[in-house]
Nanobody, 127 residues
């Protein structure tokens, strides 16, 4: 299974943008569907969105639709989360995740579907 490492988190003002990166190592990332999750203080971890192995299909949770974009570059073993129009309620630790299934239309939406996780990166959005 691949190992995942997130980067790109930080402090940003409301309305700003950040791009998170997820680097996969130890395997072919193209064998994996993948996604992003987040966990705010005192709350359960929730899905942000997911993407098929080839980037052809994406899923976004309602709170981020129209503001966040997930994409990937399998040649570089990378996945990205572009976050625009950030809000204070987007403050959380963001995790990337992957599962070794490459079905054409498979966008895993639930934590239980994933078997690889990064350690997370903190995103803080100030007023």
């Amino acid at each position: 299974q691949v190992q995942l490492a997130e980067s790109g988190g930080g402090l940003v003002q409301a309305g700003g943008s950040l791009r998170l990166s997820c680097a996969a190592s130890g395997g072919a990332f193209s064998d994996y569907a993948s996604g992003w999750f987040r966990q705010a203080p005192g709350k359960v971890r929730e899905s942000v969105g997911a993407i098929t192995w080839n980037g052809g299909v994406t899923f976004y949770a309602d709170p981020v639709k129209g503001r966040f974009t997930i994409y990937r570059d399998n040649a570089k073993n990378m996945m990205y989360l572009q976050m625009n129009s950030l809000k204070p309620e987007d403050t959380a630790v963001y995790y990337c995740a992957a599962v070794d299934f490459s079905g054409t239309y498979y966008v895993p939406q639930y934590q239980s579907e994933y078997n690889c996780w990064g350690r997370g990166t903190q995103v803080t959005v100030s007023q």
